[in-house]
């Protein structure tokens, strides 16, 4: 549901710290994935990232998954 993810960005601190956090990994994976050949650092770099981009989407999934029931249960405005 894109309107609870941008309330959540606008009003939720931890939220919004999360997506920034994923950005940043996202943009990071985005950089090594143009490079035509990786060293073995940047390749653990990238396995690192992929497990740090997942955890934090599914830290943000929970928090979306909270709001969405507290709203259905009408204790968001």
């Given at each position: 549901?894109?309107?609870s993810r941008d309330h959540l960005l606008a009003t939720h601190e931890?939220?919004?710290k999360l997506a920034q956090e994923h950005t940043q990994y996202?943009?990071?994976l985005s950089s090594l994935t143009?490079?035509?050949y990786?060293?073995?650092d940047e390749k653990l770099e990238e396995v690192r990232l992929k497990k740090l981009k997942l955890r934090l989407k599914d830290q943000m999934e929970m928090i979306e998954?909270?709001?969405r029931e507290h709203v259905q249960?009408?204790?968001v405005a």
């Open positions: 549901m894109l309107a931890e939220f919004r996202e943009q990071r143009h490079k035509r990786l060293t073995d998954r909270q709001y249960r009408g204790q």
